[in-house]
């Protein structure tokens, strides 16, 4: 179930960056390496108008992922719950954002809920990986699959397995983010709504599992029978 659950916040994370993409002049929302080389970029060239737009939006990206540092200190909520909300909340933020207006402004709801994101799903079975961006998927897939030719050793297949099925499922979310801008224009966006709702539901449903799983053992350890 965590597989599939990372598996679906893959495709909200392939939609959203997709979106911005789509929207926002290719302005790529998920991840802040182009931001910050702009924000170089437009100091040398006195455009400071731009810089504190950009500087505002790498903030935003550092506050998600130090909130996501912080909120396991003092609250027992898993921050995978917040991590959809945001999601939630930035969809319905941008889609009442105006179409004409500054693109790295209407992109923070995105820049919140994608570091929030990436820090809430970013290590499975003792794999690292991203549910926002592709970079190191790839990465990953490509040395264990070289690493299974070589050797045929079956480690090798499942975590190339795992990261060729990331891929493949923020890819997907990608071709549903741009069919869906092709029908609805800019306000796509809510239909962001369905994937979000789908993990959300995939977390709730992990949580009640898990729970039941640790009272039935207990249970059965009480009455001395074997939990299997």
């Not at 702009?38 to 550092?62: A, E, P, Q, S, W």
């Not at 909520?77 to 930035?90: E, G, H, L, T």
């Not at 090798?156 to 997907?172: E, P, R, S, T």
């Not at 609805?184 to 966006?189: A, P, Q, T």
Request: glycine share 8%; with cysteine.
């Amino acid at each position: 179930m965590e597989r599939k659950l990372y598996y679906a916040m893959a495709f909200t994370g392939g939609f959203m960056g997709a979106y911005a993409i789509l929207n926002r002049c290719d302005i790529f929302g998920n991840a802040q390496t182009a931001n910050m080389i702009y924000i170089v970029m437009n100091i040398v060239g006195r455009n400071m108008f731009d810089v504190i737009c950009r500087l505002g939006g790498l903030l935003i990206y550092m506050s998600g992922i130090a909130f996501t540092v912080l909120w396991p200190k003092f609250s027992k909520v898993s921050v995978r719950y917040i991590a959809v909300a945001v999601d939630m909340a930035a969809i319905i933020i941008l889609g009442f954002m105006p179409e004409h207006m500054n693109n790295v402004i209407a992109l923070y709801p995105i820049f919140l809920a994608a570091s929030i994101q990436w820090n809430s799903f970013n290590e499975i079975s003792g794999y690292n990986c991203s549910t926002i961006f592709s970079t190191n998927n790839l990465r990953q897939f490509t040395v264990a699959a070289t690493e299974y030719i070589y050797s045929r050793e079956s480690k090798y297949a499942h975590k190339a397995g795992f990261y060729g099925g990331l891929l493949i499922c923020y890819h997907l979310g990608v071709l549903f983010s741009y069919v869906s801008h092709k029908e609805f224009g800019m306000k796509c966006i809510w239909v962001g709504i369905i994937p979000v709702v789908i993990a959300a539901a995939m977390i709730i449903y992990e949580d009640f599992y898990m729970e039941y799983k640790t009272i039935h053992r207990q249970i059965n350890k009480a009455q001395g029978w074997k939990y299997l």
